[in-house]
């Protein structure tokens, strides 16, 4: 029986079965019963939805069971009744909903058999954590040792019980369960029996201004040796005010070895022989770091790393503000329909708060990079797939972050007119007189061909300006790293000259000067940003338009277009002529009535009709992921006929433009297109918007591309894996 479709389209909850479904079944049962490795006392496992695989019933029972609660979920292929699973080849979907006795069930055939190489002692602990996953507590229940012991230290640490409270509940557990349970006795007993998880973590006490860790050498102070605060809080006992909570990730990705599926997984990362870009590997970066480092490039199981982080408030909106900040790491060696999946990105560092600490947030990463310093020497691991032990390395490959957060990773300042770490010291950037911002408005001409047209109009850009200068060098990490040590010790250059605000710990790592992409520019906050000023512009939203007052007085100062120019009226107010750029207010309405009757396929987008409101002219509440839709999918449609054509053009361009950006396989040739592309296409909106829209955001989009043929495709290096 190939099709399996009947065990789930014959049966329906408190109907009465089909005839298919009954004489299938019996055929399913006869065959299970009939096979001896299967059959203990007359009993086989059930495969009910109650069940699940983890109760034996005999033959009456297991008809009950399924003509009551039907198959369990997705159980076409019969894994506990005589068939193998599939392999990580074959084509066995990576994106099935996480469920913890699917993962259990999964883990019980994780052990390996007898051989000569015995596995590693984490491995070792591993496998006895997962022999418990097939034991029922007690013969009349679904629950295995682990998943209740699982679920009982959730319970605690949810509800923030006492070890002796939760040994009182598992006192109490074990006088009600029959003698033959297999609960543990006490709080030891349950934590060993997770030790193979390997999550297990440290607390760091930390300086309540973030000013140091007491780690190592400063484990014993009482005070902090910058700002001289003190270690603890008032009063009797010694409770620190400030605790950082890292979790070592060696253990984490010992395991992916461990189990064989994944183990194959890790090292079926391979070049792209047809010219497109599918995965990590298939970028500049990657290729590199293999050319600079063969001894690593040569086993494919050493892993490579990125590091992300994101803050977020954990409490409600209504409490007071704080907030803290996670920092992840995920392997990039998996496979693309797996990389960047939640249950490959492991949480390294929990950073308390309440505020963000800044640019100490790099002397909070110290037990990272001490571990990341470990791995890179290597750390002996058994490898499931072939049975033997090797010595895992690991790599620091590159940083996912949004701007802000850029800025204290790698000790560039993103604020100001030095606000591109790409650019870095030669950026042509300036403050604007009457909006206070930096602009990059006129800063992209000199990315053009030396004979560009665009280069030589005089009017079209600033007044009177042409442009002779060259593109900025893209320094190397030895360049970098001088211009460092050079230039920081210079506080009184700072914004003027270089905006180095300190050395980050990653330079401590030996390969990291090697490393061609060490920072992404986040794609999806940025899309998001470029979305979000089109349509606040365009709509010529009040509180949000890069097109207002000021606006226009910096315009009627830097360009020669008299037209948007601010007139006075005869009362003595100003008066600000609509720009082409801008919607036409009776064509606003018909717009927002399109967005309310747009329908999405299922997971496809947000219900954006529900934020669209006539009265104020705006669409509220839109997320991430909805400006991703907006700009690439309907920022075309929605405003084609009621703006100008170059204009619509224009917008229409940069929409296909992050469309193949984003795009999963990217094609090499493609990439480098787009690096010529988007030089003309900034240049083309350069001559339709103010100054004023042309903030650090917009000038990021020239470096996207490169990124991409540097990195790969965007989906192993955006946030949204982490924002979720």
Same mark, same amino acid.
């Given at each position: 029986?190939?099709?399996?479709?009947?065990?789930?389209?014959?049966?329906?909850?408190?109907?009465?079965?089909?005839?298919?479904?009954?004489?299938?079944?019996?055929?399913?049962?006869?065959?299970?019963?009939?096979?001896?490795?299967?059959?203990?006392?007359?009993?086989?496992?059930?495969?009910?939805?109650?069940?699940?695989?983890?109760?034996?019933?005999?033959?009456?029972?297991?008809?009950?069971?399924?003509?009551?609660?039907?198959?369990?979920?997705?159980?076409?292929?019969?894994?506990?009744?005589?068939?193998?699973?599939?392999?990580?080849?074959?084509?066995?979907?990576?994106?099935?909903?996480?469920?913890?006795?699917?993962?259990?069930?999964?883990?019980?055939?994780?052990?390996?058999?007898?051989?000569?190489?015995?596995?590693?002692?984490?491995?070792?602990?591993?496998?006895?954590?997962?022999?418990?996953?097939?034991?029922?507590?007690?013969?009349?229940?679904?629950?295995?040792?682990?998943?209740?012991?699982?679920?009982?230290?959730?319970?605690?640490?949810?509800?923030?019980?006492?070890?002796?409270?939760?040994?009182?509940?598992?006192?109490?557990?074990?006088?009600?369960?029959?003698?033959?349970?297999?609960?543990?006795?006490?709080?030891?007993?349950?934590?060993?029996?997770?030790?193979?998880?390997?999550?297990?973590?440290?607390?760091?006490?930390?300086?309540?201004?973030?000013?140091?860790?007491?780690?190592?050498?400063?484990?014993?102070?009482?005070?902090?040796?910058?700002?001289?605060?003190?270690?603890?809080?008032?009063?009797?006992?010694?409770?620190?005010?400030?605790?950082?909570?890292?979790?070592?990730?060696?253990?984490?990705?010992?395991?992916?070895?461990?189990?064989?599926?994944?183990?194959?997984?890790?090292?079926?990362?391979?070049?792209?022989?047809?010219?497109?870009?599918?995965?990590?590997?298939?970028?500049?970066?990657?290729?590199?770091?293999?050319?600079?480092?063969?001894?690593?490039?040569?086993?494919?199981?050493?892993?490579?790393?990125?590091?992300?982080?994101?803050?977020?408030?954990?409490?409600?909106?209504?409490?007071?503000?704080?907030?803290?900040?996670?920092?992840?790491?995920?392997?990039?060696?998996?496979?693309?329909?797996?990389?960047?999946?939640?249950?490959?990105?492991?949480?390294?560092?929990?950073?308390?708060?309440?505020?963000?600490?800044?640019?100490?947030?790099? &002397? #909070?990463? +110290?037990?990272?990079?001490?571990?990341?310093? @470990?791995?890179?020497? *290597? =750390?002996?691991?058994?490898?499931?797939?072939?049975?033997?032990?090797?010595?895992?390395?690991?790599?620091?490959?590159?940083?996912?972050?949004?701007?802000?957060?850029?800025?204290?990773?790698?000790?560039?300042?993103?604020?100001?007119?030095?606000?591109?770490?790409?650019?870095?010291?030669?950026?042509?950037?300036?403050?604007?007189?009457?909006?206070?911002?930096?602009?990059?408005?006129?800063?992209?001409?000199?990315?053009?061909?030396?004979?560009?047209?665009?280069?030589?109009?005089?009017?079209?850009?600033?007044?009177?300006?042409?442009?002779?200068?060259?593109?900025?060098?893209?320094?190397?990490?030895?360049? &970098? #790293?001088? +211009?460092?040590?050079?230039?920081?010790?210079? @506080?009184?250059?700072? *914004? =003027?000259?270089?905006?180095?605000?300190?050395?980050?710990?990653?330079?401590?790592?030996?390969?990291?000067?090697?490393?061609?992409?060490?920072?992404?520019?986040?794609?999806?906050?940025?899309?998001?940003?470029?979305?979000?000023?089109?349509?606040?512009?365009?709509?010529?939203?009040?509180?949000?338009?890069?097109?207002?007052?000021?606006?226009?007085?910096?315009?009627?100062?830097?360009?020669?277009?008299?037209?948007?120019?601010?007139?006075?009226?005869?009362?003595?107010?100003?008066?600000?002529?609509?720009?082409?750029?801008?919607?036409?207010?009776?064509?606003?309405?018909?717009?927002?009535?399109?967005?309310?009757? #747009?329908?999405?396929?299922?997971?496809?987008?947000?219900?954006?009709?529900?934020?669209?409101?006539?009265?104020?002219?705006?669409?509220?509440?839109?997320?991430?992921?909805?400006?991703?839709?907006?700009?690439?999918?309907?920022?075309?449609?929605?405003?084609?006929?009621?703006?100008?054509?170059?204009?619509?053009?224009?917008?229409?361009?940069?929409?296909?433009?992050?469309?193949?950006?984003?795009?999963?396989?990217?094609?090499?040739?493609?990439?480098?297109?787009?690096?010529?592309?988007?030089?003309?296409?900034?240049?083309?909106?350069?001559?339709?918007?103010?100054?004023?829209?042309?903030?650090?955001?917009?000038?990021?989009?020239?470096?996207?591309?490169?990124?991409?043929?540097?990195?790969?495709?965007?989906?192993?290096?955006?946030?949204?894996?982490?924002?979720?």
């Amino acid at each position: 029986m190939t099709g399996r479709e009947w065990m789930y389209s014959g049966w329906s909850p408190g109907q009465a079965p089909s005839n298919e479904w009954i004489e299938n079944t019996n055929i399913f049962l006869d065959r299970a019963f009939s096979m001896l490795s299967l059959v203990e006392n007359d009993t086989i496992k059930c495969p009910c939805a109650k069940c699940r695989n983890y109760v034996r019933h005999k033959r009456f029972d297991v008809e009950m069971h399924l003509c009551k609660h039907g198959f369990r979920d997705d159980y076409r292929i019969w894994t506990s009744h005589g068939e193998g699973h599939i392999e990580a080849g074959s084509d066995e979907s990576l994106d099935e909903a996480d469920r913890m006795d699917d993962m259990l069930v999964d883990l019980a055939n994780a052990n390996p058999p007898t051989i000569d190489d015995e596995p590693t002692a984490s491995a070792q602990a591993f496998y006895r954590m997962v022999s418990s996953a097939d034991q029922p507590v007690h013969e009349s229940t679904t629950h295995t040792t682990l998943s209740a012991v699982a679920r009982l230290l959730a319970l605690k640490s949810h509800y923030n019980m006492s070890i002796a409270h939760f040994e009182a509940n598992l006192e109490l557990l074990n006088e009600i369960l029959p003698p033959e349970s297999k609960i543990p006795k006490d709080f030891y007993q349950s934590k060993k029996l997770l030790e193979g998880l390997g999550m297990r973590y440290v607390k760091i006490d930390v300086c309540y201004n973030n000013c140091m860790l007491y780690y190592k050498e400063n484990e014993k102070k009482d005070k902090c040796d910058v700002c001289e605060t003190s270690r603890y809080e008032e009063g009797p006992g010694r409770v620190p005010r400030k605790v950082l909570r890292y979790l070592p990730i060696t253990d984490r990705l010992q395991k992916l070895y461990a189990y064989e599926k994944t183990a194959k997984m890790m090292q079926s990362h391979k070049r792209s022989r047809s010219g497109q870009m599918l995965h990590p590997c298939d970028g500049e970066a990657w290729q590199q770091f293999d050319e600079d480092f063969p001894d690593f490039a040569s086993d494919p199981r050493n892993v490579r790393l990125a590091v992300a982080t994101d803050g977020f408030t954990p409490f409600s909106i209504n409490a007071a503000p704080y907030s803290c900040w996670p920092v992840f790491v995920t392997p990039l060696n998996l496979p693309p329909c797996a990389i960047m999946k939640s249950e490959y990105i492991f949480l390294a560092l929990v950073v308390p708060g309440p505020e963000h600490p800044g640019k100490k947030l790099n &002397i #909070l990463m +110290q037990p990272l990079v001490d571990e990341l310093l @470990s791995l890179w020497s *290597g =750390v002996e691991t058994w490898d499931a797939s072939i049975k033997k032990r090797f010595k895992m390395r690991a790599a620091y490959l590159w940083s996912i972050h949004d701007f802000p957060a850029y800025g204290n990773f790698s000790g560039w300042s993103t604020h100001g007119r030095l606000a591109c770490p790409i650019c870095l010291c030669d950026s042509k950037a300036f403050n604007l007189h009457h909006g206070h911002k930096a602009c990059w408005f006129d800063c992209h001409r000199r990315f053009l061909p030396s004979d560009h047209v665009f280069r030589y109009e005089a009017n079209a850009f600033r007044k009177n300006t042409m442009i002779h200068d060259e593109p900025p060098r893209h320094l190397t990490g030895e360049e &970098i #790293l001088t +211009q460092m040590s050079t230039l920081m010790s210079n @506080s009184a250059n700072y *914004g =003027v000259l270089h905006n180095w605000t300190h050395v980050s710990c990653f330079w401590q790592l030996p390969y990291f000067h090697k490393l061609l992409l060490r920072h992404n520019i986040d794609v999806m906050h940025n899309e998001r940003n470029i979305a979000e000023a089109i349509w606040n512009t365009c709509f010529d939203i009040s509180e949000k338009t890069k097109d207002n007052a000021k606006a226009r007085k910096d315009l009627a100062k830097i360009c020669n277009r008299p037209s948007q120019h601010l007139k006075q009226k005869s009362n003595g107010k100003w008066d600000r002529p609509r720009a082409p750029f801008c919607i036409d207010k009776n064509d606003k309405p018909t717009i927002l009535k399109w967005f309310q009757e #747009l329908k999405f396929p299922d997971g496809y987008a947000a219900n954006i009709k529900r934020g669209v409101n006539l009265t104020s002219r705006k669409i509220l509440g839109l997320k991430s992921h909805d400006y991703h839709i907006f700009m690439e999918r309907l920022l075309p449609t929605a405003f084609r006929g009621f703006l100008p054509e170059n204009i619509w053009k224009c917008l229409a361009e940069l929409s296909f433009f992050y469309r193949q950006l984003c795009a999963k396989e990217l094609k090499k040739d493609t990439i480098c297109s787009l690096e010529q592309q988007i030089v003309v296409l900034l240049c083309k909106m350069e001559k339709i918007f103010p100054p004023a829209f042309f903030n650090p955001m917009q000038h990021l989009i020239i470096h996207l591309p490169q990124e991409a043929r540097l990195g790969g495709p965007v989906q192993a290096r955006w946030n949204y894996p982490f924002e979720q």
